[in-house]
Structure formats: structure tokens, C-alpha cells
């Protein structure tokens, strides 16, 4: 087996919401297709990736490092002793003459190729990607449903509390019982008033959400809004300073006895561990968010679980960022505590298979080989175009 040919591109999820950071009117992100000589049908199997959300497309390193590197590998260099495509062999080739630290845009790259690449290797094998993963990665006995949660709750231009309720209504519908919306965009005194509005959505029942600050709080603001929403009982209070000072955390850990949700902006094993190391994080209560396709990919998510282990962390404490499919195959392979889901939001990369149905904030898995792009219709029509 060997890659004849690759195609890079840049697909919009732009939308008019925001959150406490950034709005997402320019948000765009990077698609690839790997294009191999394995002929099924009389047609070339395709691996596809993509970058998740949250971050900018990474054309620039793909086109200028990451792609020539892969092209210009030995042609057994991704094959592993039994014969088989093995994407982690990408690893060294991809990161090649790069130096340590610095996991911004260059994981994003490198993590659509990895994407790819495990679309490759399972479409290969004729497997759903989390039945090949958990055969090699896993116990061999995959989660048959993964839990889900709704994320929403933007800011958005004149969205008052009734579209705010509409809308967590609107996710009940669909299935979900455990829902998401941003905090930190307004001043304290609005933001309760906002979680009450969706508590009344909930019929008072702050475990069933979650509220995200992305980033935004220093310490003070961080503890005061803890102290304040603390009696709701909330799901957790996800990502509430930034995403690099572990100290912000580990004191807020100190002083907010409920679950903080962190890790969607931490792109390597490194800064992981530091997370893990200094910021106070408790495995008995806390979740880890860490996004497999903005970290490198799958092969890094993979030492960044056996790191976990190591630490005493269950791999069910984590529930990655992103609403995509490619981390619903994973945590159903490697047995997490659940994935995030965009229901309406970074369309046409963001969600599950057009046939997946959410009960009772459960989700099944696809069973076409890969990842399933090719069960979402809008989203496959701008991957087949790619390489047409």
C-alpha cells in the first residue's frame, strides 16, 4: 500500500455566535484526502481528515512541511511487520526536523493527517474506525453507544432568554439530557440569570449543565463566579482561565468543590502532563477535554492516555472537545466517559452520521469502514469534491 496522491483544502464553519473569547464569523478549518493505491469497487480508498473547531485552518504547514514530508517517505515507511498501514508510523516522518515545544497550529496539521490516515487504515482493514482501534488499541470490547452531550448557549445578536431556553429545549428534543452554554461573555448578575434560564429548562437541575467560560477569567473573577454558581450543582465549569496557568487552576480547585472541565486548548503530551503535574486537577471529580484531532492526532492522544494511566486517572474521566466523529470512534474504542456534539452549530464538519439518533444522551457508532464521512451527506460532498 502506498499514498499516490494528497489534496488539501479549506471548508467555512463560520457562524455569527461567539463565546467569552472570540466570535466565530471567520472560523474555517483544514480538509485533506489521502488518495491510495488500494483499489476497492474500481475506486481508490480515500482516507479523509479534518481540524476539528475552535481553531484556524493550517494550510500553510500542511502545503509547506507536513504533506511533503509524508510524499516523499519511503514507500514502506507507514507499513508495519504484519504488512499493514500503520498510522503512527507517520509520526516521525511528519514531526521530522521540528523542534520540541511550540503546540499551536503545527498539532492542528499534524493531527488532519493522523485523521486521515486512521480513515485509511480501518477503510483498508473493512472495519468501523472504533473496532479497529479498540482491536489494537483497546481491550478488544468496544462501547457499543457513547454518552453525548449538547453544547450550545452562544451569545449571539438579540438572543434573548427565551431564544436561550428555545434553544436547550430544542437539544431535549433531539435527545440529549445533558446540556452546554458559555458564560464569561457577560458580567456575573447576566450570566446567573442566563443559567437560570436554562435551569428552569432542566426543571432545577443544575447536573444535567455544564457552563464554559473558555478561557476568559483571571483568579479573582474565577473564584468569584465559582462562589456563585457552586449551589446549582452544575455538571461542571469547564476551561475557566487560561489554558496554560495550571496555578489559576489548581487554586480553584482548592476553593470549588464541584467538577471543572479543562484540556481542549492543550495540544501535546507535554502540556498534558503539566496539567496533570500542576494544576490541581482531581480525578475523582474532574473531566479532560483534550481534542485527539488539534493534539497531533490519535498517536498522541494515545501516549497522552497512557500518561493518564500512569498519573491514576480512568480514561472515563475524559470527554474530548470537537463534536466530531472521528473522537466518538475514540471514545467508544478506548472506553471514555463520553464526546462533546455540536448539534447545530460548525456545519458541515461538526456532528455525527446524518442517521445517528441521541437517546437519552446516548449515541451509537456508524458501521461503515473509516470514519463514516460518507454517512454525512453535505460534509462528503466538500471531501469528494477535493480530490475530484
Known sequence: MRIVSVHEGVVPISSQIRNAWIDFSTMDCSIVALVSDVVRDGKPVVGYGFSSNGRYSAGEILRRRVLPRLMAA?????????????PT???PIVMNNE?????????????VVDMALFDLASKIAGQPLYRYLSERYGDGQPDD????????????????????????????????RVVKMKIGGADLSEDLKRIEAVLEVLDGDG?????????RFDLATALEYGRAIEPYGLFWYEEVGDPLDYRLNAVLAEHYRGSI???ENLFSLQDARNLIRYGGMRPDR????????????????????????????????????????????????????????????????????DDAVVDDSYVGLTEMPGIGFEGKARFYEVLRALHA
Open 74 to 86: 519511503e514507500p514502506d515507511a507507514l507499513i508495519n511487520d504484519a504488512g499493514e498501514l500503520d
Open 89 to 91: 508510523k507517520a509520526w
Open 99 to 111: 523542534k520540541p515545544g511550540g503546540h499551536g497550529e503545527r498539532s492542528v496539521a499534524v493531527g
Open 145 to 176: 453507544k457513547v454518552f453525548v452531550y449538547a453544547a450550545g448557549g452562544y451569545y449571539a445578536p438579540d438572543k434573548g432568554m427565551r431564544d436561550l431556553q428555545d434553544e436547550m429545549r430544542g437539544f431535549l428534543d433531539r435527545g440529549y
Open 207 to 215: 447536573s444535567r449543565l455544564a457552563v464554559d467560560v473558555n478561557g
Open 261 to 263: 472541565a479543562t484540556g
Open 286 to 353: 474532574d473531566y479532560l477535554q483534550f481534542d485527539p484531532a488539534l493534539s497531533y492526532g490519535l498517536t498522541e492522544y494515545l501516549r497522552t492516555q497512557e500518561m493518564l494511566a500512569q498519573h491514576g486517572w480512568s480514561s472515563r474521566r475524559c470527554i474530548p472537545h470537537g463534536g466530531h466523529q472521528f473522537s466518538l470512534h475514540i471514545a467508544a474504542a478506548l472506553k471514555l466517559g463520553g464526546n462533546e456534539s455540536y448539534p447545530g452549530e460548525f456545519q458541515p464538519t461538526g456532528g455525527f452520521a
